[in-house]
């Protein structure tokens, strides 16, 4: 594909690694070429880069294969799946899934990536509900307000909430932002 072509969120191959695409720029620097200005990650070592692509360049989009797990449980040796087709398990380190760890409860289906047979990632559901186990106590007469207080969740994510959610309350969490959605 193009370099016009990229957007946010892509997988691309570029200089015989894996980047995912963050935040992608088109340049026309007044009587010059036109660029794509791109911030990227690379999903083997986890540096960003900032890189340059004249628009004219062709560009490899990296296709992963998803297959469907079911998420067991986390030990020392990292985070274990099973196949939910073939019953196989197998496991993950914290470093592979990134803050993914904070949105992983036993028995929670999830979609793993794979690139050339080998697990690089997670897909998780657009929100997931997880428990408040840390809060500070409700306000009496508190209403809806920007004001917001902190709120640890089962999995040692820490949000912020409204005043009105208590421990042990089920709220919905948006994955992508880690951010408050609603109460369950």
Do not use: C, W
Request: overall charge negative; charged content about 25%.
């Amino acid at each position: 594909m193009r370099a016009t072509q990229l957007r946010p969120g892509m997988t691309i191959r570029h200089e015989g690694d894996l980047y995912t695409v963050h935040t992608v720029e088109h340049r026309t620097p007044g009587n010059k070429r036109a660029a794509m200005a791109t911030k990227m990650r690379n999903l083997r070592s986890g540096s960003i880069i900032d890189y340059r692509f004249r628009a004219e360049d062709d560009i490899e989009r990296a296709i992963f294969d998803e297959i469907e797990h079911e998420y067991l449980y986390s030990d020392n040796e990292g985070y274990h799946f099973m196949n939910t087709e073939s019953y196989e398990q197998f496991h993950l380190n914290a470093d592979v899934l990134g803050e993914a760890v904070y949105y992983l409860i036993p028995n929670t289906t999830v979609k793993l990536e794979f690139y050339e047979g080998k697990a690089i990632g997670v897909v998780l559901p657009d929100t997931m509900d997880l428990v408040v186990v840390d809060t500070e106590p409700t306000v009496q007469k508190a209403t809806a307000s920007a004001v917001m207080k902190a709120a640890k969740l089962e999995t040692g994510l820490t949000i912020q909430v409204p005043p009105f959610v208590n421990t042990g309350d089920k709220v919905r969490v948006d994955t992508s932002e880690a951010r408050y959605v609603q109460r369950v």
